[in-house]
């Protein structure tokens, strides 16, 4: 079976302990890069292996050469800096930390590869197919909104908007020279835009919630025209996932029909608590071989998810698509983040085993 895979990973990993040491040494300039860049590759080949031993096919690197699943990659753009977040919005339940703000303060463009070098690495350590992550075009704009867009750089918006998937068509360019044939662009704008809080800080933003759903998946498109054919790529949405925390909660009705307009191969969607709403949204997954993967098991909480609970999960979404189109993942990333979620390494492990286990009890 081609990606994604019956049973699949979202992509971060909790980090060592002794890699995060290593990344604060080299931030304080008490390591130099190369001798960092070492020890991030020893904890991939510990982690890639991990991955295959338990019989996953799609491997990542666990983002461990990133502090954020999002920031490190848009920072690379020409006129995008990362800016603190001066308010309150999109706030982490619990939490008052706040990662900065991705803003456009001049022409966006991609003068540069961005991480291809770190898919090199990962392709050359596995044996299975390696997975790219990366953060959707989007996320160039949902945080910060129309205030976070140089009306200088960009009085008109659709000119934006073009110059950005244009961007994006030469960084992926650049991941398929590298020879990235499975790519996974990371979207929390749709899973946040099923929320009412969420839309009211868009329209505070200057945008319309409303539109920005199909304007978010045309710019996918964009994005993704020029791809080699052989290229796989899905979106993975969520609700939020920082330090176990979350930001939004609603069913996804109100931007499934954009979010399946997108060219892509499959949708990593969340639907491990009730914050998702129901299985119903999935009505509209188009005719052909799309897959949905059902991001059923938590990262956010160490506790074990029951199989057979699992399986009637799974029962219940094969109402509305057929079991065949269907997959099982956890709902996000172990460690979007460089913090981390609060769980263990041995929970991490053994609820990629369980997605493993159910998949291969269900699918074969």
Not at 37 to 49: G, M
Not at 145 to 156: N, T
Not at 255 to 276: H, K, L, Q
Not at 296 to 312: I, M, N, Q, S
Request: aromatic share 8%.
């Amino acid at each position: 079976m081609s990606a994604p895979f019956r049973a699949d990973q979202v992509g971060s990993l909790l980090r060592p302990e002794w890699l995060t040491e290593a990344r604060e040494l080299n931030k304080s300039g008490q390591l130099e890069c190369a001798a960092l860049a070492e020890i991030e590759n020893q904890a991939i080949e510990e982690a890639v292996h991990r991955q295959e031993a338990l019989g996953l096919q799609g491997i990542t690197d666990g983002e461990f050469r990133r502090d954020w699943w999002h920031l490190d990659f848009l920072a690379q753009f020409e006129g995008v800096e990362l800016l603190h977040n001066e308010g309150p919005l999109f706030q982490f339940a619990g939490h008052s930390e706040q990662p900065p703000i991705a803003t456009v303060v001049d022409k966006v463009e991609c003068t540069r590869p961005i991480m291809a070098e770190h898919f090199e690495f990962l392709r050359s350590v596995t044996t299975r197919t390696p997975k790219m992550t990366i953060p959707s075009p989007s996320m160039l704009h949902l945080r910060g909104g129309r205030k976070a867009i140089s009306r200088e750089a960009y009085p008109d918006l659709a000119e934006f908007w073009a110059d950005v998937a244009a961007a994006y068509r030469v960084a992926i360019g650049h991941l398929a020279d590298a020879g990235c044939r499975y790519l996974q662009l990371d979207d929390i704008t749709f899973a946040y835009l099923c929320d009412p809080k969420i839309q009211a800080h868009c329209r505070a933003n200057g945008d319309d919630p409303a539109l920005l759903p199909q304007i978010y998946a045309n710019t996918i498109n964009a994005a993704l025209e020029g791809k080699p054919d052989d290229m796989v790529v899905t979106i993975h949405t969520c609700r939020g996932n920082f330090k176990s925390a979350w930001v939004a909660q609603g069913g996804y009705d109100p931007v499934i029909e954009a979010m399946f307009s997108t060219n892509v191969d499959g949708y990593f969607m969340e639907f491990d608590s009730t914050r998702a709403g129901s299985f119903e949204p999935l009505r509209a997954l188009p005719p052909g071989a799309k897959k949905v993967v059902l991001g059923l098991v938590t990262t956010k909480l160490g506790e074990l998810e029951d199989k057979d609970a699992l399986k009637r999960r799974i029962d219940e979404a094969a109402k509305f698509v057929p079991l065949e189109r269907l997959c099982l993942s956890p709902q996000c990333g172990f460690s979007s983040t460089h913090h981390g979620n609060a769980l263990s390494q041995d929970d991490q492990w053994r609820k990629l085993e369980r997605v493993l286990e159910v998949a291969h009890e269900v699918w074969g």
